[in-house]
């Protein structure tokens, strides 16, 4: 019998957490209010951003969001990160809640940009001590290891944010999770042996995986010929020549016009391989949200 992926077990476990076509184009109107304010910021304070991964995709495929998609992705320098969240705060003040990269508490090794009073609270996140709400991931743009060492940091990028995670899913359990493995054997074993080897993970303490990676993220600012996002779709997949993302180009996106890497069809041709065909419906990537509210957005979208 074929091993089901984690994708067709979340499928057929939670597919009732699965938004609507009414929810998600609610979500959809969210995503483009943050990402509406972060271009005007960025063009106000001359930050250099770039629609990243499936919104890069999006961009280019679709002139707008991949239609089963239900998220943004941001990247831009390292340190521009930063500056992007000073002038978020200072031009919108309590609008939206900024969380840093790395803030060691799950909130994920990239910084967030949370729209205040809406709720959207992702699958087996439901008990993590983070912030819940409609987001945009911004993700840095970082000086890589020399290709030399690349292949031995990349493993131990991975064992690190494996334990990481599986610290937290052990540390926090997911109740919904919990409930839909009392009737699915498969789903059961997967998260069990993760819920297991977090616990193992836990005996160095979570914030010990967390420093692990941040120091696999860090410290190769002038000593590498290339840059790239480690934390974002794979780290070796998304490694460029030094400069790679220094030029951007602009690109329709749902009738707006942001930004995107200048050279776009190596970025998505090494992410994607043939990324203007549409993959079969098993493999379009879901996300599934086990509590939604869009606040005082819902009367207005």
């Known amino acids: 019998m074929k091993k089901q992926s984690y994708a067709e077990m979340a499928t057929k476990a939670f597919s009732k957490y699965i938004l609507d076509d009414a929810a998600l184009k609610k979500l959809h109107a969210c995503l483009l209010i943050i990402t509406d304010d972060v271009d005007k910021a960025c063009r106000k304070y001359s930050i250099k951003y770039m629609l990243s991964g499936g919104s890069c995709l999006g961009a280019v495929r679709h002139k707008g969001f991949i239609p089963w998609d ?19 705060k200072t031009e919108y003040g309590d609008k939206y809640v900024i969380v840093p990269p790395l803030d060691g508490v799950g909130g994920g090794r990239m910084m967030k940009i ?18 819940k709400g409609v987001f945009v991931d911004v993700f840095p743009i970082i000086d890589m ?17 494996r334990m990481y995670s599986y610290g937290l899913i052990s540390k926090y359990p997911s109740p919904v999770i919990k409930d839909a493995a009392r009737v699915d054997k498969s789903l059961k074993k997967y998260y069990n042996i993760r819920k297991s080897i977090g616990f193992a993970a836990r005996i160095f303490g979570i914030k010990f995986w967390f420093k692990k990676l941040k120091k696999y993220e860090k410290g190769y600012a002038g000593v590498s010929d290339e840059e790239g996002i480690p934390s974002g779709i794979d780290y070796e997949r998304e490694v460029f020549p030094k400069g790679f993302f220094s030029d951007v180009t602009e690109a329709e996106f749902e009738g707006r016009r942001y930004y995107i890497p200048a050279q776009y069809d190596r970025y998505l041709k090494n992410l994607y391989g043939d990324y203007m065909r549409l993959p079969p419906p098993e493999k379009r990537g879901r996300h599934y949200a086990s509590a939604v509210d ?8």
């Open 294 to 301: 869009f606040g005082k957005y819902d009367t207005i979208l």
């Open 114 to 131: 949370f729209l205040a009073g809406t709720t959207y609270t992702e699958i087996g996140k439901e008990n993590y001590p983070t912030e």
């Open 145 to 161: 290891p020399p290709a030399k060492k690349r292949t031995t940091i990349a493993k131990k990028h991975r064992l690190a944010a």
């Open 70 to 88: 239900d998220d943004v992705d941001v990247m831009m320098y390292e340190q521009d990160v930063k500056r992007l969240a000073d002038a978020m």
